[in-house]
């Protein structure tokens, strides 16, 4: 399971964890919205509140966490992509991936 504890400040606009996930802050018409990133730069989705952005992390990185564990199929492995969401299988089982700091757009 993901480790929620795990966030650390970066800066007033971002929280950052360290399977390289990213929670940004964007303040629109002074609203905050919360971003949250995948290790690939991915826009995971949109949050009113930090805490959501959180749980969903929590959810996606332990499903991808799952995905990583399981043996691929044959039509994985031949078109080198998942057969059922057509996520290219090498971004699910890279060793290392970098992580990308979100614009800041004011």
Not at 6 to 24: F, K, Q, R, V
Not at 68 to 81: F, I, K, T, V, Y
């Amino acid at each position: 399971m993901a480790d929620t504890d795990s966030w650390t400040e970066i800066n007033p606009y971002a929280l950052s964890h360290p399977d390289g996930w990213l929670i940004s802050r964007y303040v629109v018409s002074g609203i905050n919205t919360f971003l949250l990133w995948d290790p690939c730069g991915k826009c995971q989705g949109k949050f009113g509140r930090i805490p959501s952005a959180k749980r969903a992390f929590t959810r996606l990185a332990s499903r991808i966490s799952a995905r990583l564990h399981e043996a691929p199929d044959s039509a994985e492995l031949d078109s080198g992509m998942a057969a059922d969401d057509k996520t290219p299988t090498a971004v699910l089982q890279a060793g290392t991936i970098r992580s990308v700091e979100p614009e800041l757009v004011v």
